[in-house]
Protein backbone atom coordinates (compact mmCIF):
# COMPACT_ATOMS: atom_id res chain seq x y z
CA UNK A 1 0.00 0.00 0.00
CA UNK A 2 3.24 2.15 0.38
CA UNK A 3 4.62 1.54 -2.87
CA UNK A 4 1.23 2.42 -4.63
CA UNK A 5 0.55 5.73 -2.53
CA UNK A 6 4.02 6.67 -3.01
CA UNK A 7 3.69 5.87 -6.73
CA UNK A 8 0.56 8.29 -6.79
CA UNK A 9 2.90 11.07 -6.30
CA UNK A 10 4.15 13.12 -8.83
CA UNK A 11 8.09 12.61 -9.13
CA UNK A 12 8.84 16.59 -8.61
CA UNK A 13 6.62 17.35 -5.94
CA UNK A 14 7.51 18.24 -2.24
CA UNK A 15 6.21 17.64 1.06
CA UNK A 16 2.66 19.32 0.27
CA UNK A 17 2.57 17.90 -2.97
CA UNK A 18 -1.44 16.58 -3.81
CA UNK A 19 -2.19 13.23 -4.86
CA UNK A 20 -2.67 13.01 -8.78
CA UNK A 21 -4.04 9.30 -10.31
CA UNK A 22 -1.58 10.21 -13.10
CA UNK A 23 1.30 7.53 -13.39
CA UNK A 24 4.16 7.28 -15.45
CA UNK A 25 4.44 4.35 -17.39
CA UNK A 26 7.11 2.03 -15.25
CA UNK A 27 4.88 3.09 -11.98
CA UNK A 28 2.12 1.60 -13.83
CA UNK A 29 3.93 -1.16 -15.06
CA UNK A 30 4.20 -2.02 -11.01
CA UNK A 31 1.19 -1.17 -10.06
CA UNK A 32 -0.18 -3.81 -12.62
CA UNK A 33 2.30 -6.56 -11.94
CA UNK A 34 0.91 -6.22 -8.61
CA UNK A 35 -2.58 -6.76 -9.66
CA UNK A 36 -1.91 -9.27 -11.85
CA UNK A 37 -0.23 -11.25 -8.93
CA UNK A 38 -3.03 -10.85 -7.00
CA UNK A 39 -5.27 -11.94 -9.69
CA UNK A 40 -3.26 -15.48 -10.07
CA UNK A 41 -3.36 -15.83 -6.79
CA UNK A 42 -7.00 -15.90 -6.42
CA UNK A 43 -7.33 -18.16 -8.91
CA UNK A 44 -5.20 -20.40 -7.81
CA UNK A 45 -6.99 -20.30 -4.42
CA UNK A 46 -10.15 -20.49 -6.06
CA UNK A 47 -8.94 -23.92 -7.87
CA UNK A 48 -7.13 -25.42 -4.65
CA UNK A 49 -10.48 -24.88 -2.59
CA UNK A 50 -12.55 -26.90 -5.76
CA UNK A 51 -9.89 -29.59 -4.89
CA UNK A 52 -10.40 -29.72 -1.39
CA UNK A 53 -14.08 -29.78 -1.71
CA UNK A 54 -13.64 -32.99 -4.10
CA UNK A 55 -11.15 -34.74 -2.46
CA UNK A 56 -13.80 -34.43 0.65
CA UNK A 57 -16.40 -35.65 -1.21
CA UNK A 58 -14.39 -38.90 -2.52
CA UNK A 59 -13.07 -39.11 1.26
CA UNK A 60 -16.46 -39.88 2.45
CA UNK A 61 -17.31 -42.15 0.23
CA UNK A 62 -13.85 -44.12 1.08
CA UNK A 63 -14.67 -44.14 4.71
CA UNK A 64 -18.26 -45.39 4.54
CA UNK A 65 -17.63 -48.27 1.92
CA UNK A 66 -14.55 -49.24 4.62
CA UNK A 67 -16.73 -49.66 7.42
CA UNK A 68 -19.02 -51.08 5.62
CA UNK A 69 -16.50 -53.47 4.27
CA UNK A 70 -15.53 -54.27 7.74
CA UNK A 71 -18.86 -54.80 9.00
CA UNK A 72 -19.55 -57.64 6.45
CA UNK A 73 -16.24 -59.07 6.95
CA UNK A 74 -16.53 -59.34 10.73
CA UNK A 75 -19.94 -60.56 10.65
CA UNK A 76 -18.88 -63.24 9.00
CA UNK A 77 -16.56 -64.37 11.03
CA UNK A 78 -18.63 -64.10 13.84
CA UNK A 79 -21.14 -66.92 12.85
CA UNK A 80 -18.47 -68.61 12.35
CA UNK A 81 -17.34 -68.95 15.43
CA UNK A 82 -19.71 -71.46 17.05
CA UNK A 83 -17.19 -74.02 15.64
CA UNK A 84 -14.43 -72.76 18.29
CA UNK A 85 -11.19 -73.57 16.67
CA UNK A 86 -7.56 -72.86 17.92
CA UNK A 87 -5.84 -70.54 15.52
CA UNK A 88 -2.25 -72.33 14.17
CA UNK A 89 0.30 -69.72 14.97
CA UNK A 90 1.61 -70.17 11.58
CA UNK A 91 -1.32 -68.20 10.67
CA UNK A 92 -0.93 -65.64 13.38
CA UNK A 93 1.54 -62.93 14.55
CA UNK A 94 4.45 -65.23 15.58
CA UNK A 95 5.06 -66.29 11.82
CA UNK A 96 8.73 -66.53 10.31
CA UNK A 97 7.61 -64.91 7.11
CA UNK A 98 8.14 -60.98 7.14
CA UNK A 99 5.48 -60.45 4.49
CA UNK A 100 2.98 -61.74 7.01
CA UNK A 101 -0.56 -60.50 7.50
CA UNK A 102 -2.23 -60.89 10.54
CA UNK A 103 -4.76 -62.63 9.17
CA UNK A 104 -4.32 -64.96 6.01
CA UNK A 105 -1.19 -64.07 4.54
CA UNK A 106 -2.58 -62.23 1.24
CA UNK A 107 -1.69 -58.92 1.08
CA UNK A 108 -3.49 -56.07 2.19
CA UNK A 109 -5.46 -58.12 4.21
CA UNK A 110 -7.68 -55.24 6.13
CA UNK A 111 -10.55 -57.42 7.99
CA UNK A 112 -11.44 -57.79 11.10
CA UNK A 113 -8.51 -60.90 12.22
CA UNK A 114 -5.81 -57.85 11.37
CA UNK A 115 -6.19 -56.71 14.71
CA UNK A 116 -3.98 -59.95 15.45
CA UNK A 117 -0.89 -57.98 14.28
CA UNK A 118 -0.58 -56.24 17.51
CA UNK A 119 -1.48 -58.74 19.96
CA UNK A 120 -2.13 -62.44 19.08
CA UNK A 121 -3.12 -63.50 22.61
CA UNK A 122 -5.30 -60.86 23.13
CA UNK A 123 -7.25 -61.81 20.07
CA UNK A 124 -7.24 -65.61 21.57
CA UNK A 125 -8.75 -64.97 24.58
CA UNK A 126 -11.87 -62.52 22.86
CA UNK A 127 -12.31 -65.46 21.13
CA UNK A 128 -13.01 -68.27 23.43
CA UNK A 129 -15.15 -65.75 25.45
CA UNK A 130 -17.12 -64.70 23.05
CA UNK A 131 -21.10 -65.84 23.39
CA UNK A 132 -22.16 -68.23 20.43
CA UNK A 133 -25.47 -66.43 20.02
CA UNK A 134 -26.09 -65.33 16.49
CA UNK A 135 -29.01 -63.12 17.16
CA UNK A 136 -28.46 -59.90 14.84
CA UNK A 137 -27.98 -57.85 17.28
CA UNK A 138 -25.08 -59.12 18.87
CA UNK A 139 -23.62 -59.74 15.96
CA UNK A 140 -23.65 -55.57 15.18
CA UNK A 141 -22.50 -54.76 18.30
CA UNK A 142 -19.53 -57.14 18.03
CA UNK A 143 -19.08 -55.86 14.14
CA UNK A 144 -19.21 -52.31 15.42
CA UNK A 145 -16.30 -52.74 18.53
CA UNK A 146 -13.82 -54.86 15.83
CA UNK A 147 -14.44 -51.79 13.03
CA UNK A 148 -14.03 -49.42 15.64
CA UNK A 149 -10.58 -50.92 17.32
CA UNK A 150 -9.48 -51.86 13.45
CA UNK A 151 -9.57 -48.65 12.52
CA UNK A 152 -8.17 -47.09 15.62
CA UNK A 153 -4.85 -49.96 15.06
CA UNK A 154 -4.44 -48.89 11.46
CA UNK A 155 -4.84 -45.17 11.39
CA UNK A 156 -3.97 -43.50 14.64
CA UNK A 157 -0.48 -44.00 17.19
CA UNK A 158 -1.46 -45.50 20.53
CA UNK A 159 -1.64 -42.75 23.20
CA UNK A 160 0.59 -43.17 26.49
CA UNK A 161 -2.80 -43.38 28.08
CA UNK A 162 -3.69 -46.51 26.69
CA UNK A 163 -1.51 -49.81 26.43
CA UNK A 164 1.82 -49.54 24.68
CA UNK A 165 2.28 -51.48 21.52
CA UNK A 166 5.19 -54.01 22.93
CA UNK A 167 5.99 -56.34 20.45
CA UNK A 168 6.81 -60.01 21.52
CA UNK A 169 10.06 -62.24 20.67
CA UNK A 170 8.47 -63.12 17.30
CA UNK A 171 6.75 -60.49 16.38
CA UNK A 172 10.09 -58.23 17.28
CA UNK A 173 12.56 -61.16 15.07
CA UNK A 174 9.70 -60.26 12.63
CA UNK A 175 10.60 -56.92 12.64
CA UNK A 176 13.89 -56.86 12.59
CA UNK A 177 13.64 -59.27 9.31
CA UNK A 178 11.31 -56.61 7.41
CA UNK A 179 13.37 -53.64 8.46
CA UNK A 180 16.44 -55.19 7.20
CA UNK A 181 14.90 -55.90 3.90
CA UNK A 182 13.59 -52.86 3.62
CA UNK A 183 16.71 -50.94 3.54
CA UNK A 184 18.17 -53.54 1.31
CA UNK A 185 15.27 -52.87 -1.46
CA UNK A 186 15.65 -49.35 -0.74
CA UNK A 187 19.29 -49.57 -1.93
CA UNK A 188 18.47 -51.52 -5.02
CA UNK A 189 17.55 -50.74 -8.56
CA UNK A 190 13.66 -49.74 -9.76
CA UNK A 191 12.12 -53.24 -9.16
CA UNK A 192 13.91 -53.66 -6.10
CA UNK A 193 12.43 -50.18 -5.02
CA UNK A 194 8.73 -50.78 -5.76
CA UNK A 195 9.07 -54.08 -4.01
CA UNK A 196 10.19 -52.79 -1.39
CA UNK A 197 7.20 -50.49 -1.06
CA UNK A 198 4.73 -53.19 -1.13
CA UNK A 199 6.57 -55.03 1.21
CA UNK A 200 6.05 -52.01 3.91
CA UNK A 201 2.06 -51.81 2.84
CA UNK A 202 1.18 -55.30 3.46
CA UNK A 203 2.74 -55.20 6.65
CA UNK A 204 1.03 -51.38 7.83
CA UNK A 205 -1.35 -53.19 9.94
CA UNK A 206 0.71 -55.31 12.17
CA UNK A 207 3.88 -52.29 12.80
CA UNK A 208 2.36 -48.96 12.20
CA UNK A 209 3.14 -48.24 15.75
CA UNK A 210 6.81 -48.84 15.55
CA UNK A 211 8.84 -45.65 15.01
CA UNK A 212 11.66 -47.49 12.68
CA UNK A 213 8.75 -48.78 10.46
CA UNK A 214 6.95 -45.70 9.95
CA UNK A 215 9.56 -43.77 8.74
CA UNK A 216 10.82 -46.03 6.24
CA UNK A 217 7.00 -46.62 4.57
CA UNK A 218 7.52 -42.74 4.46
CA UNK A 219 10.71 -43.24 2.70
CA UNK A 220 9.46 -46.07 0.15
CA UNK A 221 6.85 -43.19 -0.51
CA UNK A 222 9.82 -40.85 -1.42
CA UNK A 223 11.00 -43.71 -3.72
CA UNK A 224 7.74 -44.11 -5.94
CA UNK A 225 7.52 -40.50 -6.54
CA UNK A 226 10.73 -40.75 -7.82
CA UNK A 227 10.00 -43.68 -9.90
CA UNK A 228 6.51 -41.88 -10.89
CA UNK A 229 6.43 -39.89 -14.05
CA UNK A 230 2.53 -38.95 -13.52
CA UNK A 231 2.04 -35.54 -11.86
CA UNK A 232 -0.55 -36.88 -9.77
CA UNK A 233 0.74 -40.14 -8.94
CA UNK A 234 3.57 -38.02 -7.67
CA UNK A 235 1.98 -36.14 -5.29
CA UNK A 236 -0.82 -38.98 -4.16
CA UNK A 237 2.90 -40.65 -3.30
CA UNK A 238 4.16 -37.56 -1.45
CA UNK A 239 0.70 -36.95 0.19
CA UNK A 240 0.71 -40.63 1.66
CA UNK A 241 3.99 -40.44 3.06
CA UNK A 242 3.90 -37.35 4.56
CA UNK A 243 0.70 -37.91 6.57
CA UNK A 244 2.67 -40.73 7.89
CA UNK A 245 5.19 -38.91 9.27
CA UNK A 246 2.69 -35.90 10.36
CA UNK A 247 1.70 -38.49 12.90
CA UNK A 248 4.62 -39.56 13.81
CA UNK A 249 5.54 -36.36 14.36
CA UNK A 250 3.40 -36.17 17.01
CA UNK A 251 4.48 -38.88 19.36
CA UNK A 252 8.79 -39.22 18.22
CA UNK A 253 9.88 -35.67 17.58
CA UNK A 254 13.50 -36.41 18.77
CA UNK A 255 13.95 -39.01 15.61
CA UNK A 256 16.31 -37.14 13.12
CA UNK A 257 15.23 -39.92 10.39
CA UNK A 258 11.34 -38.24 10.72
CA UNK A 259 12.28 -35.06 10.44
CA UNK A 260 14.63 -35.53 7.55
CA UNK A 261 12.41 -37.61 5.60
CA UNK A 262 9.29 -35.16 6.34
CA UNK A 263 11.23 -32.56 5.08
CA UNK A 264 11.94 -34.29 1.46
CA UNK A 265 8.30 -35.33 1.26
CA UNK A 266 7.81 -31.04 2.21
CA UNK A 267 9.88 -30.52 -0.92
CA UNK A 268 8.40 -33.58 -3.26
CA UNK A 269 5.27 -32.30 -2.80
CA UNK A 270 5.76 -28.32 -3.84
CA UNK A 271 7.30 -29.10 -6.94
CA UNK A 272 3.71 -28.71 -8.62
CA UNK A 273 2.72 -26.51 -6.57
CA UNK A 274 2.29 -22.10 -6.72
CA UNK A 275 5.74 -20.30 -6.38
CA UNK A 276 3.94 -19.22 -2.68
CA UNK A 277 3.58 -22.22 -1.94
CA UNK A 278 6.98 -23.82 -2.92
CA UNK A 279 8.54 -20.82 -0.58
CA UNK A 280 6.54 -21.95 2.31
CA UNK A 281 7.04 -25.60 2.15
CA UNK A 282 11.12 -23.75 1.78
CA UNK A 283 10.90 -22.78 5.49
CA UNK A 284 9.21 -26.29 6.58
CA UNK A 285 11.86 -28.11 4.68
CA UNK A 286 15.00 -25.83 6.51
CA UNK A 287 12.90 -26.49 9.85
CA UNK A 288 13.02 -30.12 9.92
CA UNK A 289 16.33 -30.46 8.07
CA UNK A 290 17.93 -28.19 11.00
CA UNK A 291 15.98 -30.10 13.62
CA UNK A 292 17.42 -33.55 11.64
CA UNK A 293 21.21 -31.89 12.22
CA UNK A 294 20.92 -31.00 15.67
CA UNK A 295 19.87 -34.97 16.53
CA UNK A 296 22.23 -36.77 14.31
CA UNK A 297 25.12 -34.17 13.39
CA UNK A 298 27.17 -36.60 11.59
CA UNK A 299 24.97 -37.45 8.63
CA UNK A 300 26.50 -36.32 5.51
CA UNK A 301 23.04 -36.47 3.52
CA UNK A 302 21.55 -33.85 6.05
CA UNK A 303 24.43 -31.88 5.11
CA UNK A 304 24.04 -32.59 1.59
CA UNK A 305 20.18 -31.50 1.69
CA UNK A 306 20.86 -28.53 3.19
CA UNK A 307 23.33 -27.20 1.09
CA UNK A 308 20.76 -28.28 -2.15
CA UNK A 309 18.56 -25.80 0.49
CA UNK A 310 21.09 -22.83 0.28
CA UNK A 311 22.51 -23.02 -3.31
CA UNK A 312 18.79 -23.03 -4.40
CA UNK A 313 17.77 -20.09 -2.08
CA UNK A 314 20.97 -18.08 -3.20
CA UNK A 315 19.93 -18.84 -6.85
CA UNK A 316 16.29 -17.44 -6.26
CA UNK A 317 14.88 -15.74 -9.79
CA UNK A 318 13.64 -12.27 -9.64
CA UNK A 319 9.87 -13.32 -9.75
CA UNK A 320 10.62 -15.75 -6.71
CA UNK A 321 12.00 -13.04 -4.83
CA UNK A 322 9.47 -10.25 -4.91
CA UNK A 323 7.05 -12.99 -4.37
CA UNK A 324 9.10 -13.58 -0.95
CA UNK A 325 9.26 -10.34 0.01
CA UNK A 326 5.60 -9.56 -0.81
CA UNK A 327 4.26 -12.64 1.58
CA UNK A 328 7.18 -12.82 4.37
CA UNK A 329 8.30 -10.37 6.85
CA UNK A 330 11.75 -12.70 7.04
CA UNK A 331 12.25 -13.90 3.99
CA UNK A 332 14.92 -17.12 3.73
CA UNK A 333 18.15 -15.88 3.43
CA UNK A 334 21.41 -17.87 2.20
CA UNK A 335 24.88 -17.60 0.36
CA UNK A 336 26.74 -19.92 -2.42
CA UNK A 337 29.24 -20.02 0.04
CA UNK A 338 26.80 -21.47 2.89
CA UNK A 339 25.92 -24.17 0.48
CA UNK A 340 29.78 -24.93 -0.12
CA UNK A 341 30.04 -25.11 3.49
CA UNK A 342 27.86 -28.20 3.82
CA UNK A 343 28.91 -29.98 0.75
CA UNK A 344 32.55 -29.59 1.87
CA UNK A 345 31.04 -31.07 5.06
CA UNK A 346 29.82 -33.43 3.66
CA UNK A 347 33.00 -34.52 1.48
CA UNK A 348 34.73 -34.30 5.26
CA UNK A 349 32.04 -36.73 7.09
CA UNK A 350 32.21 -39.42 4.07
CA UNK A 351 34.04 -38.84 0.96
CA UNK A 352 33.33 -39.28 -2.19
CA UNK A 353 29.44 -39.86 -1.06
CA UNK A 354 27.77 -38.95 -4.10
CA UNK A 355 28.48 -37.32 -7.50
CA UNK A 356 25.94 -34.69 -7.18
CA UNK A 357 27.67 -33.44 -4.30
CA UNK A 358 31.08 -33.27 -5.90
CA UNK A 359 29.21 -31.28 -9.17
CA UNK A 360 27.64 -29.38 -6.90
CA UNK A 361 30.70 -28.32 -5.19
CA UNK A 362 32.30 -27.34 -8.60
CA UNK A 363 29.09 -25.61 -9.22
CA UNK A 364 29.46 -23.35 -6.11
CA UNK A 365 33.00 -23.00 -6.95
CA UNK A 366 32.22 -21.53 -10.84
CA UNK A 367 30.02 -19.53 -9.55
CA UNK A 368 32.33 -17.72 -6.48
CA UNK A 369 34.77 -17.62 -9.56
CA UNK A 370 37.47 -19.59 -8.64
CA UNK A 371 37.85 -21.83 -11.74
CA UNK A 372 40.45 -23.67 -10.98
CA UNK A 373 38.98 -25.39 -7.86
CA UNK A 374 36.07 -26.16 -9.88
CA UNK A 375 37.63 -27.81 -12.65
CA UNK A 376 39.14 -30.19 -9.57
CA UNK A 377 36.10 -31.08 -8.06
CA UNK A 378 34.60 -31.56 -11.87
CA UNK A 379 37.35 -34.09 -11.82
CA UNK A 380 37.04 -35.61 -8.62
CA UNK A 381 33.29 -35.96 -9.90
CA UNK A 382 33.89 -37.92 -13.12
CA UNK A 383 35.99 -40.80 -10.80
CA UNK A 384 32.68 -41.65 -9.26
CA UNK A 385 30.04 -43.78 -10.47
CA UNK A 386 26.44 -42.60 -11.18
CA UNK A 387 24.64 -44.82 -9.40
CA UNK A 388 21.21 -42.83 -8.72
CA UNK A 389 18.83 -40.88 -11.30
CA UNK A 390 20.36 -37.72 -9.76
CA UNK A 391 23.67 -38.77 -10.82
CA UNK A 392 22.80 -39.56 -14.05
CA UNK A 393 21.32 -35.76 -14.04
CA UNK A 394 24.48 -34.66 -12.60
CA UNK A 395 26.54 -36.45 -14.74
CA UNK A 396 24.61 -33.94 -17.85
CA UNK A 397 25.27 -31.31 -15.76
CA UNK A 398 28.80 -31.94 -15.51
CA UNK A 399 29.18 -32.54 -19.68
CA UNK A 400 27.68 -29.41 -19.72
CA UNK A 401 29.91 -27.45 -17.25
CA UNK A 402 32.85 -28.65 -19.36
CA UNK A 403 31.53 -27.46 -22.58
Not at 318 to 346: C, G, H, I, M, Y
Amino acid sequence: AQAVSGALLPAEAGDGAVSSLLLRQDEQLEVLERLDFVVRNVVELRKEVEELRNSLQHLAVEIVGEVRTHLEETQRMTRRKKFPFCRDRSDSTGSSSIYFTASSGNANTDDGESEGGYSTANAESDYDRESERESEEGEDDVSCDTVKTVRRDSLDLVTEDESPLLLDSSLEEGLGQLLEQADRLHSGDEQDKREGFQLLLNNKLAYAGQQEFLWRLARAHSDMWELTEDADERRSYATGGKEELELALQKWDQSAECHQWFAILCGQMSEYESIPKRIQAGYIFKEHIDKAIALKPQDPQLYYLLGRWCYQVAHLGWLEKRTVSALFEVPPTATVQDALQNFLRVEELSPGFSKAGRVYIAKCYRDLGDSSAAALWMDLASELPGNTKEDAESERELEEMRS
